[in-house]
């Protein structure tokens, strides 16, 4: 039986590894004595280390775990006892999720005490800020998210159909939805806030992880503008004359408003966006898009184009901030997926087809029961858009070959509803929710059974089985 080794890279300072494995501690393990056991602390050559024991007493098996407060936190799991009959590998994967989930919600707790500071060369200076109303809205819309776009469509189908008449309605709204597609990058790049180019290709950015009650103090003196000065000094000293904001840089600009930060709080990262955008486009052999940057902490980025060679890319700090740039080029190298395959413009197409069967073959169907006709025809829609969510999946492995990589990836920016979907009784309702993704359980340990290369001759007729072959396993069929 051999152990299993593995790191974690963590956004978190050098002043909260030791804490992290506290919080693992008091708020994960302990409270679950039933499968957590002989859970201790230890420093030893001038590191903390965390140990426990994993047990299932039905199954009669136990592994030990070592975890090492480091950048990136190191872990080992080791078999103690299992019977000749049980594979322990599945087991100490899923103990590795736990783990990670664990770290998650510690590095969340952080998040929310957070200063981030982002700049892009050679652009405009803004605030981190939550997302608008617009910004929402361009997401939902060209992020894959096909509810917002059924909605609308559903309102303008009304408004057509009120001044226009069935014909011309149908006429209508079809060149509306044509036009949506021919425009789809151009409206998603006017949500954003920064176009990443070859001129201005790295994102800097700094974090400064303070203590709550410091942060709420922050807050409480500063305001929005005092903070946008405080980004525009930092720029001046920095990458407008060449050189890299470096944390000791934005200390002394915070030294200047009164303010100071324990240098073991700090972090700062470059990351390289248009390189990495480039590298993904090259992998597919489609042209660069365009890459826009929405200076957001929510975690998330999106594709839309009317075609491969005219796409874009967009982006937010928060997905910078959460991952290293191997999983930031598996998750680009999912967009370009979607936008290798036409996707954007397959789910406006389907949209429009059940738009027209709607008023023509399926009416009478509509007439009888319009909320049921909905009900069903959102969820057979929904359930066919996860065809291509997964095959988005698929090209990423198949063009980028890291399919452990964006499995973590995933499960660090989609770690909430991963927790939620590993504690559910069963996972069958979790395939109902109106998503075009399906399950991220089903896509994390669909792309850990992936050996690289990955040659299939059918993405999506493979990836439709997949996912018709994954709701029959949460049917226990």
Not at 246 to 268: A, I, K, M, Q, W
Not at 373 to 390: N, P, Q
Not at 397 to 412: C, D
Request: net charge neutral.
């Amino acid at each position: 039986m051999l152990e299993k080794k593995f790191i974690i890279n963590t956004e978190l300072s050098s002043g909260h590894l030791e804490e992290a494995l506290d919080f693992i501690r008091d708020y994960y393990l302990l409270p679950q004595p039933e499968i957590f056991h002989k859970v201790s602390m230890k420093f030893e050559n001038g590191s903390k280390y965390l140990s426990f024991i994993v047990s299932d007493e039905k199954e009669n098996w136990e592994v030990s775990v070592l975890m090492e407060a480091s950048n990136p936190f190191k872990v080992t799991i080791t078999p103690v006892t299992v019977p000749s009959n049980i594979d322990i590998s599945p087991k100490m994967d899923l103990i590795e999720e736990k783990i990670l989930i664990a770290l998650q919600l510690f590095e969340d707790a952080i998040r929310q005490a957070t200063l981030y500071f982002a700049w892009v060369e050679g652009e405009n200076i803004l605030p981190e800020a939550p997302p608008t109303r617009r910004k929402k809205l361009s997401f939902r819309m060209f992020g894959s998210n096909m509810i917002l776009i059924y909605v609308l469509f559903f309102a303008v189908n009304i408004v057509f159909f009120i001044f226009l008449g069935i014909f011309l309605a149908i006429i209508a709204i079809l060149l509306f939805q044509f036009a949506i597609v021919l425009f789809s990058d151009k409206i998603l790049l006017r949500s954003s806030d920064w176009n990443i180019t070859p001129l201005n290709p790295r994102v800097h950015i700094l974090e400064y992880q303070l203590p709550l009650e410091e942060f709420k103090k922050f807050q409480e003196k500063f305001g929005k503008n005092e903070i946008i000065k405080m980004k525009d000094e930092i720029y001046k000293k920095s990458l407008a004359v060449g050189l890299e904001p470096t944390c000791d840089l934005g200390e002394d600009v915070f030294r200047e408003y009164g303010f100071h930060c324990n240098p073991e709080l700090r972090v700062s990262k470059v990351i390289d966006v248009y390189n990495i955008v480039k590298t993904a486009a090259s992998k597919f052999e489609i042209n660069m898009p365009q890459v826009a940057l929405t200076n957001t902490m929510i975690p998330n980025a999106a594709a839309s184009g009317p075609s491969p060679n005219r796409g874009l890319v967009l982006i937010t700090t928060g997905l910078l901030v959460q991952l290293e740039e191997d999983e930031i080029l598996s998750v680009i190298g999912h967009e370009m997926g979607h936008l290798s395959g036409r996707d954007p413009l397959i789910l406006f197409s389907i949209i429009s087809l059940e738009f027209i069967l709607r008023f023509s073959l399926l009416f009478p169907l509509v007439v009888l029961s319009p909320i049921l006709y909905l009900i069903v025809a959102l969820g057979f829609i929904f359930f066919v858009a996860k065809f291509f969510e997964t095959r988005a999946d698929l090209l990423s492995v198949m063009k980028i070959g890291q399919p452990q990589v964006l499995a973590e990836a995933l499960r660090k920016i989609g770690y909430q509803r991963l927790l939620a979907e590993r504690m559910a009784p069963t996972r069958f309702p979790s395939w109902l929710n109106f998503d075009p993704h399906p399950p991220i359980y089903f896509r994390i340990d669909r792309l850990l059974r992936m050996e690289t290369p990955v040659k299939v001759k059918n993405p999506l007729l493979k990836s439709a089985k997949d996912v018709v072959d994954g709701f029959k396993r949460s049917l226990g069929l």
